[in-house]
């Protein structure tokens, strides 16, 4: 009976709609054959269906890139995660690679901030679409080193005549302070294990030192046979014949195009004509901003609060299903100092010790999570703080692969040798195996600014953190006794975790660098690939299939924007506008500003693990 009234509501309810819109019922075979009827008598009459006569609309995803593409787990808004980095960017173009509605994909490349990891990640995405059938065309106006690079792995590179390419090869320029110090009252105190270990140079000396120097050469070396190699092999041409155009170091468009540089030297509406012609559409669609988040801004009716909660507290991310196994990504992004995790505004993003560790831990006591990545970007920091991470990965019975970025190098080092795997980019600079420690002597500039000091003191190193003298011998025996044991768990623990003799570890130790091509041949790491190389490498140790497709779990968690709104610092927010102004005032400050204040914050610890130099590749 129950059912039988159920039947009659639904048939009431169908004749309703029906009359609401005027239609007749009729079941879907009546309809069917009614169709196929009318296809045949309009064929018979030598006329055309609709389907037929309907226009050829093309689609082609435009994606930008543009900006620095941070490599993080996100930052949260109050309309959610809307912002853009690495990770969601890639995801657009796999996205477009598996969309049927879309034919092709026009890359827009913009100022942007392209190292090697960077650059290799989305290079392989494009190599991606590519490999699904689907061309990809790089729209440029100007492009300069690693952004021309990232072009060769399209399809076709268009730009228009007015444009500009600088490909002027690698240079490597390194500032020194020594005599800045020395003129204001200021002594650097440091010390150093590993004679390539020149981390403290640029207080301490005037130049390079000599294993510096040779370190330094041979990886700039790599990086520049990496560069040439990759163009040579994208655009079809011959070693010799690129290395003469990156020799001029800049070409203007009709130069390039004879070169084989570029394909195309026309304007963007004059490019979108030819591909309307050329995949014979009737309308060709660009579709803007393809797969990128959009903000809905309407709060309005009896929804709206509601729906400004959801968005505030990031609901409607995923596909609302725990289902399947997990996949965690930590992200272990800047030098690294003990405590919590924090955006300085001089400093910018620095990684914490306290926050690492509790994203791993989180990971391992989830138990639908199979496996983590352990995604790295960092030239180091504090050696106490580098060996906490270390630690914590070693106590999860679950796989973990790390997965180097555009630097893993000394404590960015340290943190991923104790994964069952490790995973760089051929660019990624890593190694830099060795430790320094020191302080500054501030007693000259004291004198220069009339500041005096009175010291009572008791034990024999008792002013081994006094910033207005040098280390005593004691003192400097006592510094290098834990700088020396350090070095000495760094190296072990490094040995251990390659599975090789100390000997061999110590060879390729003392503070030198590599490109992650070249780590991979010494074995400092298992091989190169992408992050996406690397969860996949994280399926097969955990022993999902790997067609199935695994939920990925971001750590650390992103902050809730009501802790930054309700914990609003003055003082932060007067140092931001500050920075900020800088930034447009004085550029070529700000970045040496941020690096001396990322020092800063890492010897909070006595002794670092930190990198030599900060490289930036352009």
Known sequence: MRNSIQIFIAGLLLVTVCLAFDQPIVSKAVAAEEGEKAAAA????????AAEVKPKKVRLAHIAIKGDLPESPGQMTLFGDLGTDLRKTIAR?????????????????????????????????????????????AQ????????YVLATACDEIVMPESGMILIPGIHAEMGYYKDLLENIGVEADFLHVGEAKGAAEPFTRRSMSEPVKKNMTALIDDLFDQMIT????????????????????????????????IDRMVYPDEFRESLTKEYDADKLVYVMNYAKKKIDSDFSGPMGMIKLFQAILGGGDGDG??????????????????????????????????????????AADDEAVKAIVLRVNSPGGSALASDLIWRATQTTEKPIVASMGDVAGSGGYYISMGADRIVAEPGTITGSIGVVGGKMNLSGLYDKIGITTDVISRGKNSSIFSPTSNFTESEREAVSGMMHDVYRIFTTKAAEGRGMPLEKLEALAGGQIYTGRDAKRNGLVDQLGTLKDAIQLAKQLAGIDPDEK??????????????????????????????????????????????????QQVMRDPVAVMMPYWIEIK
């Not at 309009?42 to 269906?49: D, K, P, R, V, Y």
């Not at 003469?244 to 004879?258: C, F, T």
């Open 42 to 49: 309009a064929e018979s009459n030598g006329e055309q269906t």
């Open 93 to 137: 173009l796999d996205k477009a690679a598996e969309d049927d509605r879309i034919a092709g994909i026009i890359i827009e490349i913009r100022p942007a901030a392209l190292a090697r990891g960077k650059l290799n990640e989305l290079s392989e995405a494009i190599h991606r679409v590519r490999d699904s059938g689907k061309k990809v065309y």
């Open 140 to 147: 440029v106006e100007s492009v300069i080193g690693s952004q």
């Open 230 to 261: 990759k163009i040579a092999t994208n655009r079809g041409l011959k070693v010799d014949e690129v290395r003469v155009q990156v020799d001029k170091g800049m070409l203007r468009p009709k130069e390039a195009l004879d070169a084989g540089l």
């Open 321 to 362: 299903s725990d289902k399947g196994p997990k996949i965690a990504i930590v992200y272990a992004v800047g030098p690294i100092m003990s405590g919590k995790s924090e955006d300085n505004p001089f400093a910018g993003q620095m990684m914490g010790s306290d926050t690492i560790v509790k994203a791993l831990h989180e």
């Open 550 to 599: 695994a939920k990925l779990k971001i750590l650390p968690e992103q902050e809730n924007p009501f802790d930054a709104i309700f914990g609003i610092d003055t003082n932060a927010e007067k140092e931001v506008r500050m920075i900020g102004s800088l930034r447009h005032v004085l550029p070529e400050l700000t970045a040496p500003l941020q690096r001396a204040a990322q020092v």
